[in-house]
């Protein structure tokens, strides 16, 4: 209740914005009434000056520049300096709106005190007041006023106008009266001065009147004042929705620096600059490595707090530079070349201040726009010193790589291959290469691995740890496992229809197939077009996989092991929850991954290791694999301590399908017996 009444009678607070909205709006209207009054005074000064050389006004000239002249002038003037004053603000060539607010005060002030000096000279003539009505109507409602103020304003000039004519009485009237008062008697004259002191006194019609406009006047003001006041209201509800627009197109909304869309066309004007020394600038790709894992074990809020700290870190660390986060935890910058290094160096040093009980570092990656490339798009500018940044993120003592030629071959491949995949596909370039899985009883297949391999018509056989990582990072790698997953079942129908041997395959899955396509049904799908038993396919999820997307995953191996197919942990002991992982999901058979094994010979613990997971998995009604065995010594630990299964170079390393079958045909390996038939039961 008491806010509405403060929000009616203008009490209530204002913001600056608004504040300075009224303002304006009053110095607009000030133009109009200083030139409607410049215009009526110069007039009526020019009428009373005609009408005194004509000889039409009787009384002495002293009379006129008492009552009129000095009153005209004085107007005159207030509204010329309040013309002069309201167009300077306009042109903005003021910026003091408390000068503004006084002349305001002071024009309408003249104005009141002109029309009453005028009003109570016509008043005594007979005449209408209208030049005090008029300059009210001009104060009050012309110009925006708070409602209590205006309420004052007509007050206290109603009440002088009102005291000044109160003992007034018009001219006609008291000739009236008084004529022939000599021809009266005492108590005829007594009678008629009594009635001019009754006559002195206001109407009841005069009274009614005054009132009538000072209330009429009143509602107008405050009409105007919260019409004007909603206008303020709404346009600058639209003010602050333009700025919240403008600001998230250029600013990052989490780290409050500026974002990749402000960064592409500054940068771009900043690289067409005349001025601008473009041998000695550099491109800087940021990247806090283990923020995924600070993330996870802190939860987002922490995280978002790290993010915005690191940005204001990086933005204070390069005064002067344009810096902006390009996604997630990555930031870039364009800045001088020339003590870049040291200043990367010293940020590297602070974030570990930020680290808790996690390892954090920041990598960082450059690109230096020299030569043919110097008018090159800031966006593969960026990308380029991302590249460079992504090729040191797995190795612990660099932090800094700058883009050369040799990273620029790298990053040609990778460009090769994401464009060419689906081309290599459709021409038979990915082919599947299977290495044996044996058992540690007899040493037969038991199982193979599929592996994908790319022999390219261009850069020959590609390494699978490069294609692989990047058709991952492209979000492409369900295309690369579907086709293995079809030429897996296509080789299996092939060796039914020959009548040879075929041993179970297990198919490495990746997190992302699980994401990007339905990877459970396809494979139901190309299994029933090829007539494959579902005991000839195991399906390979890498630890790491699991500690994402948890629920869709875990959906995902329930449709798996109801429809038949057996599901492996690959690579277990790679991740940072091996535990959890076991704890929470069901798999068929638990693979160990090579890392293991690789300090055997020298190592202690990798022996006592090996055999309590080994006694763990029995314990979980698991099969025991593991891969990487290269020695001997190494398969005959793995055969002492119970593990069934063993994969590695010591058998063989992966080949295509033929090789393998010479292999076998030659007796350098052998197929378990349950497999060396030809059978589909």
């Not at 923020?291 to 005064?319: M, T």
């Not at 960082?364 to 800031?378: I, K, M, Q, S, W």
């Not at 041997?501 to 992302?512: G, H, Q, T």
Request: hydrophobic share 40%.
């Amino acid at each position: 209740m008491l806010q509405k009444l403060l929000n009616l009678t203008g009490l209530n607070r204002q913001s600056p914005y608004v504040k300075q909205y009224i303002y304006a709006s009053n110095m607009r209207s000030s133009i109009v009434m200083s030139v409607v009054v410049i215009v009526l005074e110069i007039w009526m000064i020019v009428r009373m000056t005609r009408m005194w050389f004509r000889g039409e006004l009787p009384n002495p000239f002293t009379y006129y520049l008492e009552k009129y002249y000095i009153n005209y002038f004085l107007l005159l003037s207030a509204g010329l300096i309040m013309l002069i004053y309201a167009l300077l603000f306009l042109r903005e060539k003021t910026k003091h709106p408390w000068v503004g607010r006084c002349m305001m005060y002071a024009f309408s002030a003249i104005c009141i005190y002109f029309g009453i000096n005028i009003s109570v000279g016509d008043y005594t003539k007979g005449e209408q007041m209208l030049t005090f009505l008029t300059m009210e109507l001009f104060v009050v409602c012309l110009l925006v006023w708070r409602p209590v103020v205006g309420f004052l304003i007509l007050t206290v000039s109603y009440g002088i106008y009102v005291y000044r004519i109160s003992g007034l009485m018009p001219v006609s009237g008291a000739y009236s009266v008084l004529k022939n008062l000599s021809e009266l008697t005492p108590d005829e004259t007594y009678e008629k001065l009594q009635a001019v002191r009754a006559a002195t006194g206001l109407s009841d019609a005069t009274q009614i009147n005054l009132f009538t406009m000072w209330l009429s006047t009143l509602l107008f003001c405050v009409s105007n004042y919260h019409m004007t006041l909603n206008q303020a209201i709404k346009d600058e509800s639209l003010e602050e929705a333009n700025r919240r627009l403008s600001d998230a197109s250029i600013y990052d909304e989490l780290t409050g620096i500026h974002n990749m869309f402000f960064f592409r066309s500054e940068a771009e004007k900043l690289i067409g600059y005349v001025t601008t020394d473009r041998d000695n600038i550099v491109f800087l790709y940021f990247d806090i490595e283990n923020f995924k894992y600070y993330n996870e074990k802190y939860g987002f809020q922490a995280g978002n707090i790290l993010l915005r700290d690191v940005a204001k870190l990086i933005e204070d660390s390069f005064p002067g530079s344009l810096v902006s986060r390009f996604s997630d935890d990555h930031f870039v910058v364009l800045t001088r070349y020339e003590g870049s290094s040291d200043v990367i160096s010293s940020l590297g040093e602070r974030i570990h201040g930020y680290q808790k009980d996690l390892h954090l570092d920041l990598k960082c990656g450059a690109y230096r726009p020299v030569g043919e490339d110097a008018d090159l798009d800031p966006s593969v500018a960026c990308d380029r010193a991302r590249f460079a940044c992504n090729s040191i993120k797995r190795h612990y003592k660099l932090n800094y790589q700058q883009y050369d030629k040799q990273l620029e071959e790298r990053l040609r491949l990778k460009q090769y291959i994401t464009n060419n995949l689906d081309e290599a596909i459709e021409k038979g370039h990915i082919e599947v290469f299977y290495q044996p899985i044996v058992s540690t009883a007899d040493s037969t297949i038991v199982s193979l691995e599929a592996l994908a391999r790319w022999r390219d018509p261009v850069h020959g056989l590609l390494p699978p740890g490069l294609f692989i990582e990047i058709l991952e990072e492209h979000r492409q790698i369900h295309k690369l496992d579907q086709c293995i997953i079809e030429q897996v079942c296509r080789d299996y129908r092939k060796a039914m229809d020959e009548g040879l041997p075929f041993a179970p395959v297990s198919l490495n899955f990746s997190r992302l197939d699980f994401e990007l396509c339905d990877i459970v049904g396809f494979l139901q799908e190309k299994a029933a077009q090829y007539d494959v038993p579902q005991r000839y396919l195991d399906v390979e999820i890498t630890e790491s996989a699991l500690t994402e997307q948890q629920s869709l995953l875990q959906e995902a191996m329930r449709k798996l092991r109801t429809a038949g197919y057996k599901v492996w942990l690959d690579d277990f002991g790679s991740g940072y929850s091996s535990l959890n992982v076991l704890k929470d999901y069901q798999f068929d058979v638990l693979k160990i991954d090579m890392k293991f094994l690789s300090g055997f010979e020298q190592n202690s613990k990798t022996r006592p290791i090996l055999d309590n997971i080994v006694h763990l998995t029995r314990q979980l009604h698991m099969i025991s694999l593991t891969e990487g065995v290269e020695t001997q010594e190494q398969f005959e630990f793995l055969r002492s301590i119970g593990c069934e299964r063993a994969q590695g170079y010591l058998f063989s390393k992966p080949v295509p399908l033929a090789d393998l079958r010479v292999r076998i045909a030659k007796g350098e390996l052998q197929i378990a017996e349950a497999y060396a038939q030809k059978t589909e039961s």
